[in-house]
């Protein structure tokens, strides 16, 4: 069962737009939700996290909005380039570092991103 | 730079060979982590562990995996005997118990089992 589900699975954008990936979630319990994204032939390396207490995070080009009632996140690229290539993940987990389940990460299947020039 | 450190990069073997894949944490790190990744299914925890005990292993097929850290500085996972199912890439991925939950991820461990 998929804890964290996400959307597309692959987006095309043109150089200067707008990207926009979703994910929503059932456990009421996660309270910390990052982003991350993975270049070919790398591992994921943390892009951008929020907490539940606040709705929109947002650094440089990149921002989360955060919907608690609807159990939703979402990523939003701003004037995409073709740099920002790659696949993104969502993610969420639940909590401090303590206790046997606290601390995993359950991650979305990945979105591929590919900016057009 | 602090990184996490896997080997091999790569690794071609066998249906029914051994595999052994290693990794080193970053320095001060008492959470790992090793994750699958493959195209059907995503990245799936495997196994992880604190301090050196292992905390959850239920991703993991009992019959032909094992995960260990025989010290702090190092971790293992073992496949044997291999299958070509098991063809995947193998993170592993670390963090301090202080950082809110941030892990960072060595660059992978590539398997291809024939």
């Known amino acids: 069962q998929q804890q964290v589900k996400q959307s597309p699975q692959s987006l095309i954008v043109q150089k200067g737009g707008i990207s926009i990936i979703n994910c929503a979630y059932e456990n009421t319990a996660f309270d910390y939700f990052p982003w991350y994204q993975q270049f070919p032939g790398k591992g994921p390396a943390l892009l951008i996290a929020i907490r539940p207490d606040v709705s929109e995070k947002k650094e440089g080009r990149f921002t989360i909005s955060f919907n608690k009632s609807a159990k939703q996140f979402s990523l939003h690229i701003m004037d995409s380039q073709p740099g920002d290539s790659a696949t993104y993940f969502c993610?969420?987990?639940?909590?401090?570092?303590?206790?046997?389940?606290?601390?995993?990460?359950?991650f979305g299947r990945g979105t591929q991103l590919t900016v057009w020039p | 730079d602090a990184r996490v450190t896997q080997t091999p990069r790569h690794k071609v073997t066998e249906m029914g060979q051994e595999v052994t894949m290693r990794c080193q944490p970053i320095l001060g790190h008492n959470t790992v982590f090793w994750y699958r990744q493959t195209m059907m299914q995503g990245l799936e925890l495997l196994a992880y562990f604190r301090n050196r005990a292992p905390l959850d292993d239920s991703g993991m097929p009992k019959d032909r995996f094992s995960a260990e850290m025989p010290d702090a500085t190092l971790a293992t996972l073992k496949i044997q005997p291999s299958e070509p199912r098991d063809s995947a890439v193998y993170f592993c991925a670390s963090g301090p118990e202080s950082s809110g939950n941030t892990i960072y991820f060595g660059e992978g461990s590539w398997l291809t089992v024939v």
């Open positions: 993610a969420a987990s639940i909590g401090s570092w303590r206790g046997s389940t606290l601390g995993r990460l359950y």
